[in-house]
């Protein structure tokens, strides 16, 4: 698979507890075949973050690779946005 070819999508980060891998939250919009109506549907994807530096609640942009584990088909590209460090999410950590 070339590299101009790989599928890319935009999501949040849910979960960063594992080691090099990231869990993200990727949400869509599509209207009902029938009714019309735009319906939300998401999905969860693991991701290889290979210097772990995605914090949880951050943009990011992943792309397609090679089978990497079980679960992980995808690697983090860039960062899109970072997410902002309040008092209540520093307390948890």
């Known amino acids: 698979m ?8 935009t999501g949040i980060v849910v979960s960063n ?4 891998t990231v869990v993200i939250n990727v949400e869509r919009r599509f209207p009902h075949p029938i009714y019309k109506k735009y319906v939300r549907s998401s999905k969860k994807y ?8 995605c914090d949880v609640g951050d943009t990011i942009l992943i792309e397609e690779s090679k089978p ?7 690697r ?7 997410a902002v460090k309040t ?7």
Do not use: G, P
Request: net charge positive; hydrophobic share 25%.
């Open 2 to 9: 070339s590299r101009i070819n790989r599928k890319q999508l």
């Open 17 to 20: 507890s594992m080691d090099k």
């Open 46 to 53: 693991y991701a290889h973050d290979e210097k772990n530096n």
């Open 68 to 74: 990497l584990s079980r679960l992980k088909r995808w």
């Open 76 to 82: 983090v590209k860039e960062t899109i946005k970072k």
């Open 87 to 93: 008092w209540y999410n520093k307390r948890q950590d």
